[in-house]
């Protein structure tokens, strides 16, 4: 079983529509939460950085940590077809220094 | 602008051959970072540095390797002994310390000849 689990999609969905992409890990020692997105042929942006629990927005972005159930959540609203991409999600301990990624979701956004 | 630049975008090896790709940061951060990214499987640690002259292998270093001489380049050496190159490579930095994410170059795509 991975560390952390991501549904790779792809998640099509209409412009405007509220987007939920999500990822579940096993490992209690994850403390940091990164999303990063990524475009075709280019590398990771980073959207969010999360440590506590709870939600965090910016944005049109929301994300979200329940660090009980292992289960981590960004949203996006209103989404725009510039929002096509794939979503990594991606977390480390903080005592190390090796992040642990999710395989990323491929979202696609249509007119 | 600050930021982290992969060079070349496009790479082709040839059976035999060691093939270099560059990575450079005028970001001031201390640790470097090579991944391998493959379809479905996410991206993989190959190989990173906290401080010049230091590095530690990651998860899949066999058939690489790398140096750090200066604190802005991280070089990564794909051996012939990497049986199996083809794929997406990602140089990413961050400051050491305050547990900061980090931030990634564009990738050079290695492709086998």
């Known amino acids: 079983q991975k560390e952390v689990e991501q549904d790779p999609g792809p998640l099509s969905v209409p412009e405007g529509a509220i987007v939920s992409l999500n990822c579940t890990y096993s490992?209690?020692?994850?403390?940091?939460f990164m999303w990063y997105r990524q475009y075709s042929r280019k590398g990771p942006e980073l959207l969010m950085y999360?440590?506590?629990?709870g939600n965090k927005e910016d944005g049109r972005f929301t994300a979200q940590v329940d660090k009980s159930s292992k289960y981590i959540s960004l949203f996006i609203r209103d989404s725009q077809p510039s929002d096509s991409a794939t979503y990594l999600c991606?977390?480390?301990?903080?005592?190390?220094?090796?992040?642990?990624f999710g395989t990323g979701t491929r979202l696609q956004v249509t007119l | 602008d600050g930021g982290i630049t992969q060079s070349p975008k496009y790479l082709f090896r040839k059976e035999g051959q060691n093939v270099t790709l560059s990575c450079e940061q005028n970001?001031?951060?201390?640790?470097m970072y090579w991944y391998r990214q493959d379809p479905g499987q996410g991206l993989r640690l190959i190989y990173y540095?906290?401080?010049?002259?230091?590095?530690q292998k990651g998860d899949i270093a066999e058939g690489y390797s790398v140096s750090r001489e200066k604190k802005e380049s991280f070089p990564l050496t794909v051996t012939s002994a990497q049986k199996n190159p083809t794929a997406f490579y990602l140089c990413?930095?961050?400051?050491?310390?305050?547990?900061?994410?980090?931030?990634f170059g564009d990738g050079t795509r290695l492709s086998i000849l």
């Open positions: 540095s906290q401080i010049v002259n230091d590095f």
């Open positions: 490992n209690s020692a994850f403390q940091y």
């Open positions: 999360t440590y506590s629990s």
């Open positions: 990413a930095s961050t400051m050491t310390g305050g547990n900061q994410p980090q931030h």
């Open positions: 991606a977390m480390y301990t903080g005592t190390a220094s090796k992040l642990t």
């Open positions: 970001l001031n951060h201390d640790a």
